[in-house]
């Protein structure tokens, strides 16, 4: 299985840049996830990477070290909005399942 | 509109009383699942399927039964539900597949209390 760890909470200004942080140990990586998850609403997707690099989309950009078990989720330009947890998920092929495992969850909380 | 629903998205009962959540996509996906998610714990996989007539256990599938008879449905049974079942549980779906298309889609939720 996969160990997935995230900080629990942080916090960031309306405006500002904030890099969540993940970091997965697993014996049959096959890609990472992030999502993001409103309070009480459902994970909508934002980002994946198999490859080490960056990838970019809009405000969002997400990083991934394969050899350090490492990925960040870089939110540029903070707005309000983006309060909210944000999920770290790992996929793993070596047991057949290629169905990811989620960390515990970031909670963003972007001040005024 | 491709989507995956839940029903019910909010249920109180009591403890033993057996229930069923039933969980729909239309997206011809062969992997579906189950979570729950608790304060402090994020989400945690409770069953999961790859295909018809095929599925597994996750992470925490103690007290928890699914089937899955066709593609489209893979409905959570809880047969004697306990209030340590209280939980909000998503079911989430997406094909088979490494590239960025195989995200997964999750369903809106249902929040279960257990009493």
């Known amino acids: 299985g996969q160990n997935i760890d995230q900080p629990t909470e942080m916090t960031a200004t309306e405006g500002a840049i904030v890099q969540i942080n993940c970091t997965y140990q697993t014996s049959g990586f096959n890609g990472l996830f992030w999502y993001q998850q409103h309070a009480g609403e459902a994970p909508t997707f934002l980002s994946y990477?198999?490859?080490?690099g960056l990838e970019e989309k809009g405000r969002f950009s997400s990083f991934l070290s394969r050899s350090k078990g490492y990925s960040y989720l870089l939110l540029k330009e903070l707005q309000m909005k983006d309060s909210a947890s944000y999920l770290c998920a790992v996929r793993d092929g070596a047991g057949g399942s290629y169905i990811p495992t989620f960390g515990r969850g970031t909670s963003l909380i972007v001040h005024p | 509109e491709a989507q995956v629903t839940q029903n019910p998205r909010y249920l109180i009962t009591v403890t033993g009383k057996k229930l069923t959540v039933t969980c729909s996509q239309n997206?011809?996906?062969?992997?579906m699942s189950w979570y729950r998610q608790d304060p402090g714990l994020g989400l945690r996989q409770i069953y999961y399927s790859m295909n018809v007539e095929v599925t597994d256990k996750g992470d925490v599938p103690e007290g928890y039964k699914v089937s899955r008879k066709e593609k489209r449905n893979f409905p959570l049974i809880l047969e004697s539900p306990s209030p340590n079942q209280t939980s909000l549980y998503f079911c989430?779906?997406?094909?088979?597949?490494?590239?960025?298309?195989?995200?997964?889609?999750f369903g809106p939720g249902t929040r279960l209390t257990v009493l």
């Open positions: 989430a779906s997406s094909s088979p597949g490494t590239s960025v298309n195989n995200e997964q889609f």
């Open positions: 997206m011809n996906h062969e992997y």
């Open positions: 990477n198999v490859l080490d």
